[in-house]
């Protein structure tokens, strides 16, 4: 009875102790799982296009947030105004995290970083500036009726994103109409962000348990244990991502001018003419995605049009130096825009206008060479031939040069066996005269 008793008592333990170890194993199945992508570079029509796709990617998949990591110094507002869109019609939470250290969200990236659902900040980042730009730089204190739209609009734009997410409107608005600009931490005073974190792991954990409002939902967050999953850039993005640089753009439509150029100075060689049309294509793409001043690209077609007629007109250089000007200012004006990364840069500009200046030149050198050149075939090479007189010449005559037997004729009697020179070529009969020795 007593055994009876102790073996009920030691299997109850063994049950309890059981059931005990099982309540303390975490239950996995609720864990979170978010994806992080990363954009350090302009915010374009190709940069728009994958935050925005990512964001419907995640939503397709379920997950339960999206991290943008961000750093941008600006950009094209119709690819700003796409990707605020997308994120305030997002079915899952968005967080935008300006970092690593070091990085920034201007201009375009404001508007960004204030409609996401939380707003996260590395230490040592910065955020604003977020004024419209306009042609060369052109701000739009100047007054005119045009610019007052734009910044009016931008500042109801910027507004309206900060108050739908209750953060600091009124700092908002002067980050267009002044150009304010703030470091992190006053970024978390004034309200513009939620969290300062110094890397992904501490705003997982800063942000576990907030409550986020979606357009068609309410959800907690319970992202202190979350998987992360980074999303690479695939090849596509890459590569568009690449075309879309000013210098890559500069470059493929020079290499463009010099493929067609080829082409039309040597007809049938078919590769020049392929490869130059391959190349100004990848420029047209490119220049969608960048403010493009038309005046920039027409300077450098009239540059190329002086280079050219340098070969064909005797300016003694003074085309070319028109050219090189030309050039120089079109390349500088080429991008419309006043941020450093989105111009072309001059480490690219000068290389490419000295090449263009030394191929034209060398071009017409050569071109000058060849036209002074004396003829090696046809008619024209027998002229200054000397020859011997086979035959006394008059009226006619034959004369003997190279080996070869020719008709000739002279206004002067000239002996057989004399040395002759020919002086002209009429058909297939030689004009010819005593050649007097020295």
Do not use: C
Request: without cysteine; glycine residues 8%; proline residues 4%.
């Amino acid at each position: 009875m007593v055994f009876r008793r102790f073996s009920f008592y030691l299997i109850g333990n063994i049950l309890l102790s059981f059931s005990v170890s099982l309540g303390s194993i975490p239950d996995t199945s609720s864990r979170s799982l978010f994806y992080i992508i990363s954009i350090e570079a302009v915010i374009n029509p190709v940069s728009a296009e994958y935050i925005i796709k990512s964001i419907e990617e995640a939503e397709l998949d379920n997950i339960d947030g999206l991290i943008i990591e961000l750093d941008t110094p600006g950009g094209l507002m119709e690819s700003m105004r796409a990707i605020v869109k997308a994120e305030l019609e997002a079915d899952i939470p968005i967080i935008v995290y300006v970092g690593p250290s070091g990085s920034r969200a201007g201009s375009a990236g404001v508007f960004i970083t204030l409609a996401a659902h939380i707003a996260v900040m590395d230490n040592g980042t910065n955020i604003g500036a977020a004024h419209p730009v306009g042609i060369g730089g052109s701000s739009p204190d100047s007054g005119s009726a045009m610019w007052d739209k734009i910044t009016n609009d931008a500042v109801a734009q910027i507004r309206s994103i900060a108050e739908k997410r209750n953060r600091n409107a009124d700092w908002a608005e002067k980050s267009v109409s002044e150009s304010a600009s703030i470091t992190e931490i006053e970024a978390l005073e004034l309200n513009v962000i939620d969290y300062i974190s110094p890397n992904i792991e501490s705003l997982l954990e800063a942000i576990d348990g907030d409550t986020v409002m979606l357009e068609s939902r309410q959800v907690v967050l319970n992202t202190k244990a979350a998987e992360i999953v980074r999303k690479e850039v695939g090849f596509r993005y890459k590569f568009l991502l690449k075309l879309s640089d000013p210098n890559i753009a500069y470059l493929f439509m020079m290499l463009g001018f010099y493929g067609i150029f080829f082409e039309f100075s040597n007809p049938g060689s078919l590769v020049p003419g392929i490869l130059g049309g391959i190349f100004i294509i990848l420029a047209l793409f490119s220049f969608q995605t960048l403010p493009i001043n038309w005046a920039g690209v027409a300077l450098i077609l009239f540059a190329i049009i002086l280079f050219i007629l340098e070969i064909k007109v005797i300016s003694y250089g003074g085309l070319t130096l028109g050219g090189i000007v030309s050039m120089v200012l079109g390349s500088i004006m080429l991008i419309d825009s006043p941020v450093p990364v989105m111009k072309v840069s001059l480490t690219m500009i000068i290389p490419v206008v000295l090449f263009t200046a030394a191929f034209f030149l060398l071009t017409m050198y050569l071109y000058y060479k060849a036209q002074k050149k004396k003829p090696a075939i046809g008619k024209e090479a027998q002229i200054g031939e000397i020859g011997i007189a086979r035959t006394d010449v008059s009226k006619t005559g034959k004369i003997n040069i190279h080996g070869e037997i020719w008709n000739a004729y002279s206004d002067e009697p000239i002996s057989s066996g004399e040395s002759v020179e020919v002086i002209s070529v009429n058909g297939l009969k030689l004009k010819i005269k005593k050649k007097i020795n020295n």
